[in-house]
């Protein structure tokens, strides 16, 4: 029985992916998220990322906003479109982006009230152990 609900699953999984294929002309990814755009990459390598990088650490610490630890840290993005636009280059560290660690730093979607949801919860870990 649970290798026929394997096999079931990948047929629905292939068949949705078809789908978006097909209604969205290979738009959006697996997970129905926007690829990322040709050139965003490089963005990454420019100085302008760079002090807008440093302008959120400063701006919200050099701590995971979830968990609090201080290693592996990375700069993530609550969104990169506004009005239909990308924001590369034009993000603001104290709205766009958030300090979280390699595992609390989602590939996809992680809105910042998922950010604070996953605090509290994780307060109660904390709390629970002692």
Known sequence: MGKLLKYLKGLITAFFSF??????GGK????GFKKKKKGVP????????R????????IH??????????KDL???HLRYYKDGKSIFGNEDPAKDFRILCKKHHP???????QIKRDVK????????MG
């Open 107 to 113: 590939k996809g979607r992680y809105s910042s009230w």
């Open 51 to 58: 002090a807008k990088r440093a302008e959120a650490f400063r």
């Open 74 to 76: 990375q700069v993530h």
């Open 19 to 24: 789908l978006n294929i097909l209604i969205t």
């Open 42 to 49: 490089e963005y990454y390598s420019t100085e302008t990322w």
């Open 121 to 128: 919860s994780f307060k109660w870990v904390r709390w629970l």
């Open 28 to 31: 959006y990814g697996r997970r």
């Open 61 to 70: 610490g050099y701590k995971c906003a979830v968990c609090g630890t201080t």
